[in-house]
């Protein structure tokens, strides 16, 4: 599967984004889909999950520093996994990649098969 994000930027301290992540080669429903994110001499970081049970619901899980921020969903229809970014702050200043997994969705790069380019984002104090 490749991946192709965007919507990254630059935004002002508690401002918003909607970072887009469109899957294109196979299956879209077959996937997990995951966020990750990698700052300036940092190591790359979990940020969000999102596996759908093939019914209605999906399950998403974040990481702490992002939970109540931040909001992953996807849309099947469109083959398209979106990070919603709210309350954003300098320290979520990073390259933001979207990743994807046939396998059971973890928080480590390891457990992502897919990934795509990354988009920046960019956070002034």
Not at 15 to 35: H, N, Q
Not at 59 to 74: E, P, Q
Not at 96 to 123: E, L, M, N
Request: charged letters at 20%; aromatic letters at 14%; a positive charge.
């Amino acid at each position: 599967v490749q991946l192709q994000a965007s919507g990254g930027g630059l935004v002002q301290t508690g401002g918003s984004l909607r970072l887009s992540c469109v899957a294109s080669g196979r299956t879209f429903t077959d996937y997990a889909m995951g966020w990750f994110r990698q700052a300036p001499g940092e190591e790359r970081e979990f940020v969000a999950t999102t596996r759908w049970n093939g019914g209605s619901i999906y399950y998403s899980y974040y990481a702490d520093s992002v939970k109540g921020r931040f909001t992953i969903s996807r849309d099947n229809a469109v083959n398209t996994v979106y990070l919603q970014m709210g309350g954003l702050k300098p320290e979520d200043t990073a390259i933001y990649y979207c990743a994807a997994t046939k396998r059971r969705p973890g928080v480590g790069v390891v457990d992502y098969d897919y990934w795509g380019r990354g988009t920046q984002v960019t956070v002034s104090s």
